[in-house]
């Protein structure tokens, strides 16, 4: 059963074939059996999953009128708020925070009807490109155990990835969703920013946070996104709008689309045979009628100095409430309010998170302000208005969603702009707040390389028609890693 896309478990369950109690138990068997490979969980729900699939299988057996994902399995990043379930945001800082709520993803996840596995691996407050910096040890690439997953969302990514579940939820601030579906072979798509609530989602930046999903494949995403997306009252940057039936338009002919393809994303920091597998994923869409044309990003090179002021100081001011006071870990016998204050920040967090609250709170600072931050979001609008520009004369924008396949671990640990930089081609679109997603379109030994389409905004059914009708012609999203049965 975990062969099968969640579109195909969603229909088998509609159908009969099985019931939600036995593929929520095979999925369940599959974390517990292989897990131990690949760190992708930090918490699984097994009670609680069993007792929502016995539900599910109460309502499909009633016929018509079951929630649109009724029993299928899936997992929740671990930056999602779940009512009485450990939300630990990877971090030592909430590994006993039990939130008295549900995030507005989960409410809408659990109104669908989807059973939930657990809470999926990830860079601690999201801050990584690599999985390395959890505080529950890294998550392992089950396509190399030696190799990264790709971060912050790489557990969900390799949960997808392994069959440990047909589909996840994530957030991308910079490319936590893109990048590490990329380097795992899976399907992932970032949101116009405010098409998904951010309600109950721990914030790191808040103006370039985005939840969306992965699977793997175009249809499983149109599908799970179809359920995230949505306006949402709590949350002031919610985007009040229609939303699509994003599975209606998969098939759609792409013939006469116009694809645009950055010069700045082809360069010399591009591994050659990544490009090699993105032009012959380019030719393949060319072939179905699209067009392709070169076009100019010319402030894209400023995108990584922009982003690493202006995440850096959200999450430090985002991150203050991290105190030791009311929730979170606490120091072990403080002197005083300093001292609590103090050690509770610097035994909780790890080296990635104080590095960013440093350089944050840095740019923040009086005289700084100005030369630092008030000056990246000036390079901000100039970076999105590049991308209007180019959507005046394209449809899509396609290119690579990273510069090389997943390295080992601690290749980059001692240079952090050398990991930062790993994120180079997908940035971008979080400080413009476009929609971008990446499916798998070849690999470079035998690791997946991965296909980034860029949106205008809520172009997402676009996007995904685009990755659908390429999915139709190739078999890259159906492999598999080598020791997944």
């Not at 997306?229 to 009040?240: C, M, Q």
């Not at 060319?286 to 067009?291: I, P």
């Not at 994120?423 to 707040?433: F, M, P, R």
Request: aromatic share 8%.
């Amino acid at each position: 059963m975990h062969n099968k896309t969640l579109a195909e478990l969603r229909d088998g369950l509609v159908a009969g074939d099985f019931s939600s109690s036995e593929l929520t138990r095979h999925f369940l068997d599959r974390i517990a059996a292989l897990d131990g490979a690949y760190n992708s969980f930090i918490t699984v729900t097994e009670e609680a999953a069993m007792t929502a699939a016995a539900h599910a299988d109460k309502l499909l057996a009633q016929g018509g009128g079951a929630p649109s994902l009724c029993g299928v399995p899936i997992a929740h990043k671990d930056i999602f708020c779940t009512r009485g379930v450990r939300t630990s945001c990877g971090s030592k800082m909430l590994d006993n925070f039990i939130p008295p709520y549900d995030a507005t993803v989960v409410e809408k996840f659990a109104a669908a009807g989807a059973v939930v596995l657990g809470k999926t691996n990830m860079d601690e407050f999201a801050m990584g490109s690599s999985n390395e910096t959890s505080w529950y040890g890294p998550v392992k690439n089950p396509w190399d155990t030696g190799c990264v997953p790709g971060g912050s969302s790489g557990g969900s990514a390799a949960a997808v990835a392994a069959r440990l579940a047909p589909g996840a939820t994530a957030t991308d601030t910079g490319g936590s969703i893109r990048q590490p579906a990329a380097l795992c072979g899976i399907t992932g798509l970032k949101p116009t920013y405010g098409l998904v609530s951010r309600w109950g989602m721990i914030a790191f930046a808040s103006s370039l946070d985005q939840g969306g999903p992965m699977a793997r494949t175009a249809e499983d995403v149109a599908l799970l996104l179809g359920v995230m997306a949505g306006f949402d009252t709590r949350d002031s940057t919610s985007v009040e709008r229609q939303i699509p039936d994003y599975r209606a338009t998969l098939d759609k002919d792409i013939a006469g689309l116009t694809i645009g393809l950055p010069r700045e994303y082809f360069d010399e920091g591009l591994n050659p045979a990544t490009e090699q597998a993105v032009r012959d994923a380019l030719r393949e869409l060319e072939s179905q009628g699209a067009t392709l044309k070169d076009i100019d990003l010319p402030h894209a090179n400023l995108s990584v100095p922009a982003y690493y002021v202006i995440a850096p100081a959200e999450a430090s001011a985002n991150l203050s409430r991290f105190d030791g006071v009311r929730y979170g870990y606490r120091c072990d016998n403080p002197v005083d309010l300093q001292d609590m204050y103090k050690r509770s920040r610097a035994e909780g967090f790890g080296d990635e998170v104080k590095r960013r609250i440093l350089v944050g709170a840095y740019c923040l600072s009086a005289g700084y302000y100005d030369a630092y931050y008030n000056k990246a979001m000036k390079v901000r609008r100039l970076i999105k208005n590049d991308f209007a520009s180019a959507f005046e004369d394209v449809d899509i924008i396609a290119g690579p969603t990273c510069p090389n396949p997943a390295f080992a671990f601690g290749a980059k640990g001692d240079n952090p702009v050398a990991m930062y930089l790993e994120d180079i081609y997908t940035i971008a679109t979080n400080l413009a707040g476009l929609p971008a997603m990446s499916l798998p379109c070849g690999q470079v030994d035998n690791k997946p390389v991965g296909l980034q389409l860029i949106g205008n905004y809520f172009q997402e059914a676009r996007m995904l028609n685009v990755a659908h009708r390429y999915q139709q012609a190739t078999d890259w999203h159906q492999r598999q890693p080598a020791d997944i049965e």
